[in-house]
């Protein structure tokens, strides 16, 4: 008899808390992670800080609480908890209204409560601290004439009164996923401590408190160079290390990396590659390096490829010697870098074979010892004082992330641990398999499947086909948007595969399906399907085929090459690509790959006439990685050319769900709910052959 779950029930499923992200304090006595979950009415979502133990001796705490949510924890180094929110001030004159922006606020190590300790009129995000020094860092946004945040507070005031919404832009990008750059621009802010003479013993500073801090703008007029920028704090609070975006020919956008004097404000190019995008900084706890990511520049021939590199630092953050890259004969590509204590080495994650595991890299031998060794991808780790243990988030088509204990010695290396999460996983409705093949060329293909508990030879399960995203991605984590044990609840089988342009296969399996979209990325997707097919627990003759972004590229692709299919799901699809190249939010980065001949050959726009297939086309307005335009084009075109067109009446098997305020993601609580009714209801109609009903909120 099958369970009843919470992905029997979509209500149920959208009110599920959510975690993400963890911070460890500097003792190593404290872990905390932010909890999201539904507001009164079911209709957005807020989040809380919670506390959880690494020893187990206790259950996770909740420590904050508000309508509005705290994000952003980060530890002083005498344990003071900063975070961001939005919720009101008490010592405020409207004491019981929200703020417009978020502020930076303390909860005190010793108890009591949380208070306010910085405010900017753009907000405050991405707070960092010192290991050993009182200094925070964190960002804002000004406007660009403005000088301080008294004159960016006034020239927000007029924009506001005068209703002025208007953008003068001197450069690209203009947007970014689902919304519009400018006018302001993020700056970087430092709190530290002046001084005349020699600066004072770390001792002395982390004994101080952040309310004491002066606060100074460490980047102004940075233009865009700071959007979406990585960067991390040196441990004595004297300097930061930052992303610097430089323009290039053509709107082209690079990343090199950059010092800043938190005293002199005076900054310093530390590496300038250019032939690759840098990003990911992580300064050695003893200041010696910094351990950064190396993505190269794409070409339409070669995909990009990322490597880590170390660059040795002198006094005050200055280049000590030449950048040095590691692993070079190791063909992974590294996704989070976190040092030792003494900067002896560097744990990492990989993407690898469907999973994520944590690695332990040894700089000298140049070698990546693996440490875990599950179905499980790992992220945000954080390495205790001692480095007897690192802690993470651990997450897999199995259970959503929760935070685990893995041991780096002691006990056997690489034993891990669940911790007392603040939520329980949920209960799932069926069991997790693998299926792998091998592709016309002789390569490997493997892919998850999310199996019914009943599903078996004498009752075998329709059969969902997912595509991923990105497309450098891999489906080995935990999805709440794409989550296949949704549609496992209603029967089906979910195959996820990771088809060419795949993470975590080597290199050549990415540049198997490079510039080549519609060669091997669809090979290798018919092959795992055709494999999954050949199970007995399988229906071969009830199927459908789903994707996102990328993934809906290929479920448009698939549409117009094959009618094996019974349905298919296009979500943020690229229809036209001479279309999307230039009007996406990074045409640059396409550029590199989608020459003139690569996006006519591998368009699915010319295959509309070829659609046999009903699809339900799936869009958001405010996505601007996939624009609208792409979701238009394709429904006026399968209406009007494909071999479902509609008929005199007007009427077609294609379906057109839209969303005029959902971005590339449906975000809303309530809008994702629809989202799944109107999947699986389209999907009900034509692959299980069951009247559709349309969901009652769509009037």
Same mark, same amino acid.
């Given at each position: 008899m099958t369970l009843n779950t919470p992905f029997h029930d979509l209500d149920e499923y959208v009110a599920l808390p959510r975690m993400s992200g963890l911070v460890l304090s500097p003792d190593g006595s404290r872990l905390i992670t932010t909890v999201s979950t539904l507001n009164q009415d079911r209709t957005t979502a807020h989040s809380a800080l919670w506390e959880v133990f690494p020893t187990r001796s206790k259950p996770a705490r909740r420590l904050t609480r508000s309508a509005q949510g705290e994000t952003g924890a980060a530890f002083t180094p005498d344990g003071d908890l900063l975070f961001t929110s939005k919720r009101p001030d008490a010592d405020a004159k409207d004491s019981d209204k929200p703020l417009d922006v978020p502020a930076l606020w303390v909860l005190p190590a010793g108890g009591g409560e949380a208070r306010v300790v910085a405010t900017r009129p753009g907000g405050v995000s991405g707070v960092r601290t010192a290991r050993f020094s009182a200094a925070v860092l964190f960002s804002t946004d000004m406007l660009p004439s403005a000088h301080d945040a008294a004159d960016d507070e006034r020239l927000r005031t007029q924009r506001k009164d005068l209703k002025v919404s208007a953008v003068l832009h001197t450069g690209y990008p203009v947007r970014y996923w689902d919304h519009d750059l400018g006018p302001d621009e993020p700056h970087l802010l430092g709190w530290h401590f002046r001084h005349d003479d020699e600066p004072a013993r770390a001792v002395e500073i982390a004994s101080r408190s952040v309310e004491h801090l002066e606060v100074s703008d460490l980047t102004p007029h940075p233009g865009g160079a700071l959007r979406e920028a990585d960067y991390d704090f040196s441990p004595d609070g004297s300097f930061v290390v930052t992303t610097w975006q430089v323009p290039g020919s053509r709107g082209e956008l690079r990343g090199t990396l950059v010092s800043v004097d938190l005293d002199s404000r005076e900054r310093a190019v530390l590496v300038d590659d250019?032939? @690759?995008?840098?990003?990911?900084?992580?300064? @050695?706890?003893?200041? !010696? $390096?910094?351990?950064?990511?190396?993505? /190269?520049?794409?070409?339409?021939?070669?995909?990009?490829?990322?490597?880590?590199?170390?660059?040795?630092?002198?006094?005050?953050?200055?280049?000590?010697?030449?950048?040095?890259?590691?692993?070079?004969?190791?063909?992974?590509?590294?996704?989070?870098?976190?040092?030792?204590p003494d900067a002896s080495g560097l744990v990492v994650t990989a993407d690898q074979d469907g999973r994520g595991p944590?690695?332990?890299?040894?700089?000298?031998?140049?070698?990546?010892?693996?440490?875990?060794?599950?179905?499980?991808?790992? !992220?945000?780790?954080?390495? !205790?004082?001692? @480095?007897?243990?690192? +802690?993470?988030?651990? %997450?897999? +088509?199995? @259970?959503?992330?929760?935070?685990?204990?893995?041991?780096?010695?002691?006990?056997?290396?690489?034993?891990?641990?669940?911790?007392?999460?603040?939520?329980?996983?949920? /209960?799932?409705?069926?069991?997790?398999?693998?299926?792998? %093949?091998? $592709?016309?060329?002789? %390569?490997?293909?493997?892919?998850?499947?999310?199996?019914?508990?009943?599903? !078996?030879?004498?009752?075998? $399960?329709?059969?969902?086909?997912?595509?991923?995203?990105?497309?450098?991605?891999?489906?080995?984590?935990?999805?709440?948007?794409?989550?296949?044990?949704?549609?496992?609840?209603?029967? +089906?089988?979910?195959?996820?595969?990771?088809?060419?342009l795949s993470t975590g296969y080597g290199q050549d399996f990415i540049q198997r399906g490079w510039g080549a979209w519609g060669k091997a990325p669809f090979t290798d997707l018919m092959a795992v399907t055709d494999a999954a097919e050949a199970r007995e627990d399988i229906d071969a003759d009830r199927t459908a085929a789903m994707g996102g972004s990328f993934g809906g590229y290929m479920a448009n692709w698939v549409a117009g090459h094959t009618d094996r299919f019974?349905?298919?799901?296009?979500?943020?699809?690229?229809? $036209?690509?001479?279309?999307?190249?230039?009007? /996406?939010?990074?045409?640059?980065?396409?550029?590199?790959?989608?020459?003139?001949?690569?996006?006519?050959?591998?368009?699915?726009?010319?295959?509309? *006439?070829?659609? *046999?297939?009903?699809?339900?086309?799936?869009?958001?307005?405010?996505?601007?990685?996939?624009?609208? *335009?792409?979701g238009l084009r394709l429904w006026y075109e399968l209406l009007s050319e494909s071999r479902l067109a509609a008929d005199e009446q007007g009427r077609s098997p294609h379906r057109f769900l839209y969303f005029p305020d959902e971005n590339h993601w449906v975000l809303s609580p309530q809008h994702a709910k629809i989202w799944y009714q109107v999947v699986s209801g389209f999907l009900a109609e034509h692959v299980l052959g069951e009247e559709h009903t349309r969901p009652e909120s769509l009037g």
């Open positions: 250019p032939e @690759a995008d840098l990003f990911k900084p992580v300064i @050695a706890p003893d200041g !010696s $390096a910094i351990a950064y990511l190396r993505e /190269t520049l794409s070409t339409p021939h070669q995909a990009p490829q990322v490597q880590l590199w170390v660059l040795p630092l002198g006094p005050n953050g200055v280049v000590g010697g030449e950048p040095l890259r590691l692993l070079a004969s190791w063909d992974r590509w590294v996704t989070g870098v976190q040092w030792l944590v690695f332990l890299v040894d700089p000298e031998a140049d070698v990546a010892h693996q440490l875990t060794d599950d179905d499980y991808t790992y !992220s945000d780790l954080q390495v !205790s004082p001692d @480095a007897t243990v690192v +802690y993470a988030l651990r %997450t897999s +088509y199995l @259970a959503p992330p929760h935070p685990v204990r893995i041991a780096l010695q002691g006990e056997a290396p690489g034993t891990v641990t669940v911790l007392r999460a603040p939520v329980p996983p949920p /209960t799932l409705p069926g069991r997790l398999e693998e299926v792998r %093949t091998v $592709a016309d060329d002789g %390569t490997p293909v493997r892919a998850w499947l999310a199996l019914p508990d009943e599903a !078996s030879a004498d009752e075998p $399960a329709p059969l969902l086909l997912w595509i991923h995203g990105g497309p450098l991605g891999s489906w080995n984590a935990w999805s709440w948007r794409w989550n296949p044990w949704l549609m496992v609840a209603q029967g +089906y089988g979910v195959l996820l595969p990771d088809p060419a019974r349905a298919i799901v296009t979500h943020a699809s690229l229809w $036209a690509l001479d279309q999307f190249g230039p009007t /996406t939010d990074a045409a640059w980065y396409w550029r590199r790959e989608m020459s003139p001949e690569m996006a006519l050959e591998n368009s699915p726009h010319r295959f509309v *006439g070829e659609i *046999g297939t009903p699809m339900l086309v799936v869009h958001g307005d405010k996505d601007y990685r996939v624009p609208i *335009g792409e």
